[in-house]
């Protein structure tokens, strides 16, 4: 051979291997999945907090201690679990000792962690029925107090909502954005009768406390979903004997029947504007998405497809919905306009996806994968290029996203009964919410602008 | 080693090359035809891996077509006698024994043959009880989401319902409804528990 032709050769096999290898990997599955770790790799520059004591206003008429440090374990949690800040609490670090009033800032300024930008503090006024507390954010460079002197006034018993308004306001003045810590999530609870179970369906305060049950009609009443206002609450119930679309007021009352086709119907989702409710419904002969008002009027067919077509989610924006579909064989997500058309598959493994939801921002779906026995969360970019496996143990369903985007709400059973967890977006920390002894599942998360 | 069989390539190539070029193509021609010739072979072995993969799920209509079941027994009664109607007690502790629970395989709906076996018995019993009315209850086990569970409930009780219809069963007397996996006969948390509530559930109409 003449040494020209040997290189040539060379040449061309290599091209031909090479476009063997790729065309074989380009028919597998070939996405990578992070483990998540939060997506604070970015590097979300936290702000030092201190929070001290809640003190008793001079001349109060009651004084109770145990209020007191309940309050302030309250604005740690909220200032906390808020992703912003780092938060430390003054009487660890005077460990013991009598910590002074935030307001004596020069004698504290010395003990602080390095960095420590604010204080936080408060002196409340409490009588046998009612609780006021003068909040301060002493802005620990300038000496001023960025509260301005506001004072929030509540009944006693709901001390805990007092709390969570000052620390949202804290929010607001720090970084402009809006707090979630009054902000409500409804759920399902599965309660054991005595030959059979009843669903019902619950709320409870974003941190888990306050546990209210908003139904009572002791049969299924299941897929809870806030309207964008948290005014309204959409669910699914077998009330009259099938399964129906039902709307509920925020306090329990005022219940309405929405839907009344043949068949099963459920899966609520609320668009951002409160306009729309988008749905599953099976009344023409197969389960398909549905739009419709939010008077339960004017529904549309959306999917034209044999598959099961369910589990409808809005996109931030309200032009799209993502979906679950079976279309491809097993269950993947779907995502189509808001009038039905330009259906496009974001998903594409062998497991099974399931209830996808939107994040806020418009920028991730979160939804629920794997084989049945182990499903975890999963988050992924809407065009589908980078994936994050969120949780590691148990089975886990049902995500839904905080309305600031920050944190993400599922159902996970991986400590033996099915309860409410949420982990933080930037930093992958986990809070079980729940621990009543029920099945916890289906938690639906929305501002409560209603008091 | 690789070199000898570099070399083997090589020669066999070097072969094809001269062979074709006797019919006058060239040695461009036939290594573009190469590199396209093994494009389409594995295209068509990439794509036949990919559908392979993807579960192949029978559509509504497919699950039901039943395979050929003989006729059942001619009523026992004369048909031109009036017919003692029979007392509900009778129905309800027959029923106990005739309406027992369809088990589905994980994520299916279509009826395997000890499935079609009990429903050709619960036809018989049916057909010997024209008054009779049920309703099909469509269950899951607890894995997947809530609302997928009552879609495919739903598929499982339809299932039921139209293998009934087909084995002459009048569909008014049948009403099909899913629970998806709300009501679990077994609360546990494995397979067990799992294969007892896949299941459609039938139960008597009592007026």
Redesign the interface.
């Known amino acids: 051979?003449f040494h020209d032709g040997?290189i040539r050769?060379k040449k061309?096999?290599y091209?031909?291997v090479t476009?063997?290898f790729c065309?074989?990997y380009?028919?597998?599955e070939s996405q990578a999945i992070d483990v998540f770790t939060g997506f604070s790799s970015q590097g979300m520059k936290k702000r030092i907090l201190v929070v001290g004591p809640i003190t008793p206003k001079q001349g109060s008429p009651v004084v109770e201690e145990k209020l007191a440090l309940k309050m302030k374990k309250i604005f740690l949690y909220d200032l906390r679990y808020s992703g912003y800040f780092d938060v430390y609490d003054l009487d660890d670090l005077f460990m013991g000792r009598s910590a002074p009033r935030i307001k004596d800032s020069p004698s504290l300024r010395k003990m602080l962690p390095q960095g420590t930008k604010y204080a936080v503090g408060g002196e409340y006024t409490l009588d046998e029925s009612r609780i006021s507390c003068e909040a301060t954010l002493l802005d620990l460079s300038s000496g001023e107090n960025v509260l301005k002197n506001i004072t929030f006034r509540t009944q006693k018993a709901n001390h805990r909502y007092l709390i969570h308004r000052i620390s949202d306001e804290i929010i607001r003045l720090l970084t402009g954005e809006k707090g979630i810590c009054n902000s409500k999530i409804a759920y399902?609870s599965?309660v054991?009768g005595n030959n059979?179970?009843f669903?019902e369906i619950y709320e409870m305060d974003y941190d888990g406390h306050n546990q209210r049950r908003l139904t009572s009609a002791k049969t299924?009443s299941?897929?809870p979903a806030w309207s964008p206002d948290g005014r309204i609450l959409a669910f699914?119930s077998?009330l009259a004997?099938?399964?129906d679309l039902y709307s509920l007021f925020w306090d329990g009352s005022n219940l309405k029947r929405l839907t009344s086709f043949k068949?099963?119907t459920?899966?609520p989702s609320w668009s951002p504007d409160g306009k729309l409710i988008a749905f599953?419904s099976?009344h023409e002969g197969?389960?398909e998405i549905y739009i419709m008002d939010r008077y339960g009027h004017s529904e549309r067919r959306l999917t034209h497809n044999?598959?099961?077509d369910?589990?409808p989610c809005f996109s931030a924006n309200g032009r799209e919905l993502c979906f679950?579909s079976?279309r491809?064989?097993?269950?993947q997500i779907f995502i189509m306009d808001i009038d039905g058309a330009n259906i496009r598959r974001l998903t594409y493994n062998?497991r099974?996806n399931?209830?996808p939801s939107w994040s806020p921002s418009g920028e991730h779906i979160s939804y629920?994968s794997g084989n049945?026995?182990s499903?975890a969360i999963y988050i992924t970019t809407i065009e589908g290029l980078r994936t994050w496996q969120v949780t590691t143990r148990g089975?886990n369903?049902?995500p839904c996203w905080s309305p600031d985007g920050m944190h993400l709400a599922f159902s996970s059973?991986s400590s033996g009964r099915w309860d409410i967890y949420t982990v933080d977006i930037y930093g992958g920390k986990l809070t079980r919410l729940t621990r009543n002894g029920r099945d916890n599942?289906?938690p639906s998360w929305s501002y409560h602008d209603v008091e | 080693m690789f070199d000898s069989c570099?070399n083997k390539?090589?020669n066999w190539?070097?072969y094809l090359t001269l062979l074709l070029g006797r019919y006058g193509m060239l040695k461009n021609a036939v290594?573009l035809l190469?590199?396209l010739f093994?494009?389409v072979v594995?295209?068509s072995v990439?794509?036949h891996?990919?559908s392979k993969?993807?579960?192949?799920?029978p559509?509504?209509t497919q699950a039901v077509v039943p395979e050929y079941i003989p006729a059942p027994e001619p009523p026992s009664w004369d048909p031109h006698q009036p017919r003692q109607p029979r007392g509900i007690d009778i129905l309800v502790s027959e029923s106990k024994g005739i309406l027992q629970d369809v088990h589905f395989s994980?994520?299916r709906f279509d009826l395997n043959s000890d499935s079609k076996r009990q429903l050709v018995q619960i036809a018989e019993w049916l057909t010997q009880n024209s008054d009779v009315r049920i309703t099909i209850e469509g269950h899951c086990d607890e894995?997947?989401?809530?609302?997928?569970n009552?879609?495919?409930g739903?598929?499982r009780a339809n299932s039921c319902e139209s293998y009934l219809v087909a084995l002459g069963i009048d569909s008014s007397r049948l009403s099909g409804?899913?629970?998806g996996e709300?009501?679990?006969i077994d609360?546990g948390?494995n397979e067990f528990a799992w294969s007892k509530n896949r299941r459609c559930h039938f139960k008597l109409m009592l007026y």
């Open positions: 051979m040997e050769f061309i096999l091209v031909i476009s063997v065309l074989f380009s028919t597998r399902t599965r054991m059979t179970s669903n299924i299941i897929s699914t077998f004997n099938s399964a068949g099963t459920s899966a599953a099976s197969n389960m044999r598959a099961i369910t589990s679950t079976d491809a064989g097993v269950r062998k099974a399931d209830s629920s049945g026995v499903n089975n369903e049902a059973n599942t289906s | 570099l390539v090589r190539y070097n290594t190469l590199i093994l494009s594995l295209v990439g794509c891996k990919a993969d993807s579960q192949v799920r559509t509504p994980y994520d894995r997947g989401s809530n609302e997928y009552l879609a495919l739903e598929r409804i899913s629970y709300e009501r679990p609360s948390h």
